[in-house]
């Protein structure tokens, strides 16, 4: 059984620029008013405590929203102050104490003929998933699947309206999942053409990690499809293996993250141009803190 917990790494780096993206991806597709088809194949639990023993124990979220939270850049880049503002909603003033993961920023912009489909595989972030969404009183709007979500996906791809964003936020925590993910945008690009899909990765010492942004950057030139890829870096990935060999340094944390998305919107590169170094200075740990933003196609 996996032992990977979001509730360690909830509001950490890297999901303030999965969130930034998503929000800033989800903004432009609720502008058409045909039905929008969200499927998150990884979800977890949903909700999370930033008081909580796991965040506490972790510290990732002091180094992520937290830097953010309370003292927002002066002219905070529009996309990076809508996910704040979201994030805000979930808590009154003073400091949060509750971050929103993916099924709950993606339900509070969604609209109310729009289908959300949550897969989590972990049993016991199924349940919290389950019970946190059983609070919305949602009705047949969003559905809980304790299923394999590279699997889930297919049966609901093409969406009936033809319109859909997937979001892949898979742990990563076993090798495979690298190839599972390349292999269902490549599954549904041909089941679903036009489907905006977001991934988010790791940007760690692996192979792995390196080659699938340039396996996804093919398959979409292949497809013939636009693309964009942002990039957050907060720290030395050296800094973090030579705390990985002990030396009685804290656990290491994650350096660096990606985000890939294949047909995204038009105006995402423009949305995340200014946010990205307003990430870099609110979080970047060393002098080797940097972000990339590129597209095509
Ligand atoms: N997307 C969430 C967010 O942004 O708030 C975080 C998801 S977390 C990075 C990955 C989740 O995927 C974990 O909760 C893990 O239990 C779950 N998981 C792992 N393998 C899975 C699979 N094959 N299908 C569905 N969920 C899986």
Excluded at 228 to 237: G, Q
Excluded at 244 to 257: D, F, N, Q, W
Aim: hydrophobic share 40%; glycine share 8%.
């Amino acid at each position: 059984m996996f032992s990977y917990r979001h509730a360690f790494h909830a509001g950490n780096h890297a999901d303030v620029l999965k969130h930034t993206t998503l929000v800033a991806i989800l903004d432009h597709l609720v502008q058409k008013d045909a039905v929008l088809t969200v499927l998150d194949t990884h979800a977890g639990a949903g909700l999370y405590r930033l008081d909580g023993d796991y965040a506490t124990k972790s510290g990732e979220a002091q180094e992520g929203i937290l830097r953010l939270y309370g003292s927002p850049p002066a002219d905070c880049a529009p996309a990076l102050q809508a996910y704040l503002d979201l994030v805000r909603g979930f808590n009154g003033s003073g400091n949060p104490k509750v971050y929103p993961g993916s099924p709950f920023l993606l339900e509070r912009l969604l609209r109310p003929q729009d289908k959300l489909k949550l897969f989590e595989l972990h049993p016991t972030d199924a349940r919290a998933l389950a019970g946190n969404i059983a609070q919305l009183d949602a009705g047949r709007r969003i559905a809980v699947l304790s299923e394999d979500g590279f699997e889930g996906v297919k049966k609901f791809l093409p969406p009936p309206a033809r319109r859909a964003l997937v979001l892949c936020d898979p742990s990563y925590e076993l090798k495979q999942d690298y190839a599972r993910v390349a292999a269902l945008v490549a599954d549904s690009l041909k089941r679903f053409a036009t489907g905006t899909y977001a991934v988010w990765y790791p940007l760690i010492a692996r192979p792995e990690a390196h080659e699938l942004p340039r396996r996804l950057r093919t398959l979409a030139t292949q497809a013939g499809k636009p693309w964009l890829h942002a990039t957050l870096t907060v720290k030395s990935s050296k800094m973090a293996s030579a705390a990985v060999a002990g030396e009685g340094a804290k656990r290491p944390g994650l350096p660096a993250s990606g985000m890939f998305v294949v047909n995204p919107p038009y105006t995402l590169k423009a949305a995340l141009a200014p946010a990205l170094p307003q990430m870099v200075a609110a979080l970047g740990q060393d002098r080797h803190a940097a972000f990339s933003l590129e597209s095509g196609g």
